[in-house]
């Protein structure tokens, strides 16, 4: 924010700057303000100069605060307009949730008769292969060896034996992943569980390095997770590569339908007015003129306008806050 406004002032001294440059039609040039004042009964060669800055300084025809901008000023300041027009508005949530093995892919490997450890051949973390001897038990029925191996093919998730130590009959000594396919589950909080259904696309991005992937969500679990009173949408992602890992926190956007609307205009046309009214600036010629609006949906890039605008208008889409500054600065030069 700090920045955002930091950048914001260098850029308006700049359009500052360069409207004194361009001939002193502004109140913020000394010579002008002063002429302004003191010029009511004077018929001097500073004339045409007077005229527009009394334009400048003053209102649309119906009262709203407006400004003069000389067409190559606006260029050069990157003040940029749109003709304003039909839109779409996608509704979109951003949720966060957590990444878990597949259920069905999750093995635990166990002893089938108890007796002591003898040997154990993965670590955790290790991949091992369907049919892979992960250990060596010694059977108290018979006094024989024999070998457990990893039914399924996957990560080594979890190792609770230890050689030497007694294996109990069903008791697992592994648990094995296959971690190719992971679920990404989803909270969803209040009203939003009722317009968030299986089918809808979501971009699924990792909190720690912001890698993101595209999935679907699956299906919304029917029971509220307890611990934090939410819904779980459950979408699965594709993981051949193992670098998204169980545990792992994602945020993910989900986006749940488009509407098409008559009037939308970019979110950065948006500025708010002195009493915290949502106003966008309309430009005829050189004149840009502050508009109140009535704004609709919303998503992170466009809004719809419910009324204040009608199409074909010509909208300030960039640098909307250069106008808002030298309609401000204009209205200060005003006041005293
Ligand atoms: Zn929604």
């Known amino acids: 924010m700090t920045y955002t406004k930091t950048i914001q002032r260098v850029l308006a001294l700049a359009l500052a700057a360069l409207l004194a440059a361009c001939g002193g039609r502004h109140a913020d040039d000394g010579s002008a303000a002063t002429h302004a004042e003191g010029a009511a009964g004077h018929d001097d060669d500073h004339g045409d100069e007077h005229d527009e800055h009394d334009e400048h300084d003053e209102h649309d025809e119906d009262g709203a605060p407006a400004t003069t901008i000389p ?14 027009g039909p839109g779409t508005i996608a509704d979109e949530h951003e949720v966060q949730g957590l990444l878990t093995p597949a259920e069905g892919r ?3 490997v166990t002893a089938r008769f108890p007796g002591p450890i003898r040997a154990l051949n993965a670590r955790i973390g290790d991949q091992v292969r369907a049919g892979q001897a992960l250990a060596t038990i ?3 029925l018979s006094l024989t060896t024999y070998t457990v191996a990893s039914p399924i093919s996957g990560v080594v998730l979890q190792r609770s034996a230890s050689v030497g130590g007694v294996a109990a009959e069903g008791t697992p000594l592994f648990e094995v992943a296959d971690l190719s396919t992971l679920w990404v589950d989803l909270h969803i909080f209040g009203n939003d569980a009722g317009h968030i259904v299986a089918g809808i696309p979501v971009t699924v991005t990792r909190m720690s390095d912001g890698a993101s992937i595209e999935a679907t969500l699956e299906r919304i679990l029917p029971a509220t997770a307890t611990a934090s009173q939410s819904t779980v949408a459950r979408a699965s992602i594709d993981n051949a590569d193992g670098l998204w890992r169980p545990g792992a926190a994602v945020r993910a956007r989900v986006v749940v339908d488009h509407a098409d609307v008559a009037l939308a205009v970019p979110v950065t046309a948006l500025q708010a007015d002195e009493a915290g009214r949502d106003v966008i600036y309309v430009r005829e010629g050189e004149h ?3 508009r109140p609006v009535t704004l609709g949906r919303r998503d992170g890039e466009r809004v719809e306008v419910v009324s204040g605008l009608e199409a074909g208008e010509e909208v300030v889409v960039s640098q909307s806050f250069l106008v808002k500054a030298d309609i401000g ?3 200060v030069a005003h006041d005293h």
Request: charged share 20%; no cysteine; glycine share 8%.
């Open 106 to 108: 999750v093995a635990q």
């Open 138 to 140: 010694e059977s108290n």
């Open 288 to 290: 840009y003129g502050e």
């Open 71 to 84: 067409a190559d000023v606006a260029a050069a300041s990157g003040i940029r307009v749109a003709a304003a």
């Open 329 to 331: 600065k204009s209205a």
